[in-house]
């Protein structure tokens, strides 16, 4: 089976997309070309070869990302400029540097966008390019942003000297500011719209290209399509002779179908396409950013996904994408077309996270002395040059030996692959803590390889593999503070259940597992750290006798550091030192596994970024310094200032780790490049911090909804929800089983009385103020039906307790109502009332209405009105009407994918409609019940079936815009303007 396409030509052909293979290097390729039909995405193998002469109409690509359906048209993602950062065992590994999204919509767009692409690579030449029209429009602040830190050559190396002909224009040398950011470079983060600096919006030639068709495209195309008139249309339009009916007749009736088939098709359209096909531009935009920040890597022959000791001996037969860990691929979802259709040589799998290579050489001593590194390569260019020596002269073992032993210096490779899964994946604040099924926010496996140059086998090759994840327990954090405190939520024993799951997962991919955990054990750290040791004691004490406990070493690292003196880390080296030496380290040699890896050191801070850094890079060193002792040979990384190398490398490792989860490089990183702290270093982590918090308030909602959408993990509703609140929801969390467990507290703690029996429960929006219609903000709430009463439970969410309830009598319901419930008209979504959809319990009281707050029991009692209040006491008089308020609740998450398939609920209306139907049929058998033996009603009737269900508006789209204020209109439309 042929390999993986390593270079193809785009060309856009009349009826499709044509890939067709390249070879390279005199080589032939035995691939036969692909094409991608326009508007079906349908992918078939392609006999034509395309123009002849195909320098200017086609693009020449490195690979393919995968393919991106958006509203109006699917887009490909191609590889158009690549950079070898290093080399494995022979095989090269790249880091994408530019991409180019083609639209699937027709020739003519294509053609466009294809030309739009290659006039970089005209005039940057073969190296890196930066498209500046696209820069300059926005995209995502966590996928572009660029500090002082990063480097052209990123993630691997500070900025070569190139770079210094820059001109100052340029954003990669100096961090700009939030003013500078807003008008010099009109939002090119992404962080305010394009829009805000033109009053006409978008143009025409900006629409075309970004590969969206404008109004005067698509009233052109129209007018052309009218013109035309093909006989084979004719031939299929033509109606068949129908008994009975007049040729008139039948041609008006075509013409009556006609018409309400556009129409129809025009209302699919616009359903389909809602908030994604006015956000198109943002997303090409942001995707390529986001594909182009030299954060993701690939090679066409090695597996980065696996660590030295997992690489799959199996067939090339196989393809490569089969053979990939699914937690670390990140295309898998943007690849499923090209797969599903059997095309697995255009399949490109990808990682994120970070590659670097070093090539350095010790010389040994005759004493006691420290051998010293007396050659070393700074730029992963020259280790590729290096390598590439080295390919080009051969030596055999005993040539090798022979060298080594004349000069006694001793030549070495050291590798860092980190890899982000794909699991939990996002970004700081929007992604915290663990999900139900036990993964974890900012997941990366870091793994170092120390090995020979030339990577001859029968040397030995080391590997050491370590791993950083957020607290594996369910906890948020708001981004609209410097300094946020953690807040848990859910029950001890649903916490429980998913931290051992987590534990459950680290422990079967590793082994044995030792926790260093580096948060604080004083202020606002300090409670989520004691929840996090308590939670391990307690998986320690219930585990089975033939299940290893988990190693737990929490070292307050501000405490132990205070004062910069971040040396003293070395304290807890001391403490790691026994299972480090425990868990050991994976060497092969002569292709056979020596030793394997027994077990992981698990780090993690807050945001598992920057302390995390600094204890993982001294680990990494004191096992290098373990594993050259292994060989004979002894340096001291600390002192000798020949090895700053090692330090930069892993300071490049951290700031790319924190750029794909924070958006900038990462703090204390001075001290990991140099062992050393100084005031220069804190003012840079001060800029660094302020950099976050912007970036976590403006920029970072959007771009977590386009990696939900990137990665599978949401479909297009996704963009529907974040316009309609310009924030984004947390799709891995089961809000099912949460909801389910609140309904089965409600009904421990409510349902006092043994007599009634529960109808039904669930679980509805509700005003946060009780006897109202529109007060926001809404809240969950939930609402038990029995035999004899409504019970409506007030629930904290975030301890999974009863706040308060009401008890309704059935008798005491007067009427009921459901039907459109528009709590907001800020947003498209907000006005659909096919969604929003609620309603209404209206009753009086028998006698004073009480709700039952539970404090440390249920034992308080205030009036309903006191309750509302909490200012004075006013009883409520049983003449006075009350409103309850529902809104529904998506039946599951609209934008949420799930792996497995699952029965399709009742919408909102349904479910409405049911709700109420349970309550008024549960009224009429209580009278009934009541009045049964005593009289009958004239006519045979019960009084309780005078109440009948009523559908009719709570809150119509008229009434609600009545009453949306300026303000509300003003703030939502400026909030607009900065987040989307």
């Known amino acids: 089976m042929p390999g993986l396409v390593r270079k193809l030509l785009i060309c856009a052909a009349v009826d499709g997309l044509l890939l067709q293979p390249s070879s390279s290097k005199g080589q032939t390729t035995s691939t036969p070309s692909i094409k991608i039909s326009y ?56 880091v994408i540097t530019d991409v180019a999204l083609i639209p699937l919509s027709s020739q003519r767009d294509a053609e466009h966008a294809i030309d739009r692409a290659r006039k970089p690579s005209k005039q940057g030449g073969a190296g890196e390019t930066v498209d500046s029209d696209v820069e300059d429009d926005a995209g995502s602040s966590t996928a572009a942003d660029e500090d002082p830190h990063e480097s052209d050559n990123s993630p691997a190396t500070p900025p070569p000297e190139p770079e210094k002909n820059r001109p100052p224009s340029s954003p990669l040398k100096k961090g700009p500011s939030i003013i500078q950011d807003v008008i010099g470079n009109k939002g090119r983060y992404g962080r305010f719209a394009d829009r805000w600096f033109s009053k006409g919006g978008w143009t025409t030639d900006r629409k075309r290209s970004m590969g969206v068709r404008s109004e005067e495209d698509l009233a052109q195309e129209q007018a052309g399509q009218e013109g035309k008139v093909l006989p084979i249309d004719d031939e299929a339009r033509s109606p068949i002779p129908q008994p009975g009916v007049q040729p008139e007749e039948e041609e008006s009736s075509n013409k009556e179908r006609n018409a309400t088939s556009k129409e129809q098709k025009s209302t699919k359209l616009s359903t389909e396409e809602s908030a994604m096909s006015h956000l198109t531009p943002r997303i090409i935009k942001t995707t390529k950013l986001f594909f182009s920040a030299k954060s993701f890597f690939f090679s066409y022959d090695y597996d980065l996904s696996r660590s030295l000791s997992r690489q799959e001996n199996s067939s090339t037969s196989v393809p490569l994408f089969k053979k990939f860990d699914p937690l670390f691929l990140w295309n898998h979802s943007l690849i499923a077309p090209i797969t599903e259709a059997g095309q697995y040589n255009f399949a490109l799998p990808i990682i994120q996270g970070f590659v670097g290579q070093r090539a350095f050489t010790i010389e040994s001593s005759k004493g006691p002395q420290n051998d010293s590194i007396v050659a070393t390569t700074q730029k992963h260019e020259d280790v590729v040059d290096v390598l590439g020596q080295e390919e080009a002269k051969p030596t055999t073992k005993d040539e090798d030996q022979s060298l080594q032993t004349e000069s006694q210096r001793h030549d070495f490779l050291i590798t860092l692959i980190s890899r982000r899964s794909v699991k939990r994946a996002g970004l700081r604040y929007l992604r915290r803590g663990v999900d139900d099924q036990g993964n974890v926010a900012n997941s990366v496996e870091t793994e170092q390889l120390l090995s020979d140059p ?163 890079s001294a680990v990494a060193g004191y096992t290098f310094q373990a594993q050259l002792s292994e060989l004979g040979l002894k340096i001291d990384l600390q002192t000798d200032p020949k090895t700053s190398w090692f330090n930069t490398l892993w300071a490049d490792n951290g700031d790319a780790i924190s750029k794909q989860y924070a958006g900038t490089a990462a703090l204390k990183g001075d001290f990991t490049r140099t062992r050393k702290r100084n005031w220069t270093g ?5 800029s660094l911090t302020l950099n976050r918090y912007y970036n976590n308030i403006f920029g970072d909602y959007f771009l977590q909804t386009c990696i939900d959408y990137y990665l599978g993990n949401a479909g297009p509703g996704v963009f529907d929800d974040f316009e309609a609140d310009m924030s984004n929801k947390d799709y891995a969390l089961d809000m099912r089983q949460v909801r389910q467990n609140a309904i089965d507290t409600c009904v421990k703690i409510v349902l006092a009385d043994p007599q009634e029996d529960l109808v039904a429960g669930w679980t509805l929006s509700c005003p946060q103020q009780a006897n109202t219609l529109r007060t926001l903000p809404f809240e969950e709430c939930v609402l038990l039906l029995t035999d004899a009463a409504l019970y409506y439970c007030r629930f904290d969410w975030n301890t999974e307790k009863v706040g308060s309830f009401e008890r309704v009598d059935l008798q005491e319901i007067e009427s009921l109502n459901y039907g459109a419930y528009i709590t907001s008209t800020l947003g498209p979504t907000h006005l659909d009332d096919k969604k929003n959809v609620g309603f209404v319990v209206r009753y009086k009281p028998h006698g004073e209405a009480l709700v039952r707050t539970n404090t440390r029991s249920m034992q308080n009692e205030k009036t309903a009105e006191n309750a509302e209040e909490g200012k004075k006491d006013v009883k409520v008089k049983p003449s006075e009407s009350r409103v309850l308020a529902f809104k529904a609740l998506p039946p599951s998450a609209a934008a949420a994918r799930s792996e497995s398939p699952e029965p399709v609920g009742m919408s909102e209306f349904e479910q409405v409609k049911h709700v109420c139907e349970e309550i008024r049929r549960a009224a009429v058998a209580v009278v009934a019940r009541d009045t049964a033996g005593v009289e009958e009603i004239a006519g045979g009737k019960n009084e309780g079936e005078e109440l009948q269900v009523e559908e009719k508006d709570v809150i119509s789209v008229a009434d609600a815009k009545k009453s949306t204020g300026l303000l509300e209109t003003l703030g939502y439309g400026f909030k607009k303007l900065i987040w989307s």
């Open 454 to 616: 030339s990577w001859n086998t029968s040397n030995k090759t080391f590997s050491f593999v370590q791993t950083r994840g957020s607290i594996p327990l369910f906890f948020s954090q708001t981004p609209y503070s410097f300094k946020p405190a953690p807040v848990q939520y859910g029950s001890e024993s649903v916490n429980q259940t998913a931290f051992k799951k987590h534990f459950a997962l680290v422990a079967e991919r590793y082994g044995d597992v030792q926790v260093a955990s580096l948060v604080d054990k004083h202020g606002t750290e300090a409670k989520i750290g004691e929840s996090y040791e308590h939670h391990a004691q307690m998986m320690n004490n219930t585990a089975e006798s033939d299940k290893k406990q988990i190693g737990f070493e929490w070292f307050d690292f501000h405490s132990e550091c205070r004062g910069m003196k971040f040396e003293n880390v070395s304290v807890l080296m001391d403490t790691l030192k026994a299972p480090l030496s425990s868990h050991g380290w994976s060497v092969q040699q002569d292709d056979n596994a020596i030793r394997t890896q027994k077990g992981i050191l698990r780090t993690n801070c807050m945001d598992c970024l920057d302390r995390t850094n600094v204890v993982q």
């Open 682 to 686: 804190a003012l840079s982590d001060f």
């Open 39 to 94: 508007n079906t995405n349908v992918i078939t193998p392609s006999l034509s070869n395309g123009p002849e002469d195909k320098s200017d109409t086609s693009l020449e690509a490195h690979g393919i990302v995968g393919l991106l359906k958006l509203a109006s048209t699917s887009y490909l993602i191609s590889i158009s400029q690549r950079k070898e950062v290093a080399q494995i065992r022979g095989k090269s590994i790249y």
